[in-house]
DNA sequence: CTAGAACCTGACATTGATGTCAGAGGCAAG
DNA sequence: CTTGCCTCTGACATCAATGTCAGGTTCTAG
């Protein structure tokens, strides 16, 4: 398929792609006019890379991982063995950090409830004070 | 304090104070020649919005939020309030989204070293084989 | 054959938090 | 008073992925 279609199919923009060649994450076949072609396979890897951006890796690091990927074993794959587990720890890290983030705005959100019932119900008191009794 | 203290409490850099500052993030009280003040009181909240910008927020959003924790109910808090549930809702699917990322690189992992584990068996038995039996 | 859509390269723009620098003024210790 | 450190404002730089534009080539449908 062409740099169009991967792009669609992976959810990606064509600049994307043509950025994560330019960085060594992805590869192309080139037709006798210069047009990047692709196969199925590709979309997999595509999607995999936007996951591990998404996850905050750069285009260096995650040009580190992709060999462990491509050829289950090289003899690379000792330093990128590392590597994963090195982003990987960062990653449980991370992870831990926003969960802890989150819990606080949901205590603040608590709070906030809390103290609004607090004054609908003081509210409410000061109707029912009003009305008389 | 002042802001060369307050920074190095909260761990965060002068330049970064005076942005915060900037975004209506932080208050400072100044003296006479201008100086900023602050009261200990601002140490915990630089961190707290030290954690709310680790977790992706924006400094608009921050700003958004932040009244909820000064007066923890205005009238404003209505808006702050369904704000601030929209972004724990979206620190969910983030972690979430964390998550599957770190266990696919865990898979990943775990896929190379079971090659690796089989290229070492391989290469013992063909140790033995060499040797002779 | 032709029009329009898709592709190519290359370059510049954007975003947002932060770094860094320059020039000027403030403050505390010797 | 001087020296050294801190602070001020304002401006420009940075990084990294992506957007966007321009000018040219290629492909495809009619």
Do not use: K
């Not at 669609?8 to 043509?18: F, N, T």
């Not at 047009?35 to 285009?59: K, M």
């Not at 000792?78 to 992870?95: F, G, K, N, T, V």
């Amino acid at each position: 398929m062409r740099i169009g279609e991967l792009a669609s199919r992976a959810g990606v923009s064509v600049r994307s792609l043509r950025y994560y060649e330019e960085q060594g994450l992805l590869t192309s076949t080139r037709s006798a006019s210069g047009q990047r072609h692709y196969t199925d396979h590709e979309v997999e890897r595509v999607v995999f890379i936007q996951r591990l951006f998404a996850a905050g890796l750069s285009s260096r690091t995650i040009a580190e991982l992709l060999p462990c990927v491509d050829s289950p074993s090289e003899e690379n794959s000792d330093a990128a063995l590392e590597r994963m587990a090195q982003e990987h720890d960062r990653l449980s890290e991370r992870i831990a950090d926003l969960v802890r983030t989150r819990d606080a705005l949901a205590g603040l959100m608590a709070m906030a409830q809390a103290h609004r019932v607090t004054m609908a119900q003081a509210h409410r008191e000061r109707l029912r004070s009003a009305v008389g009794d």
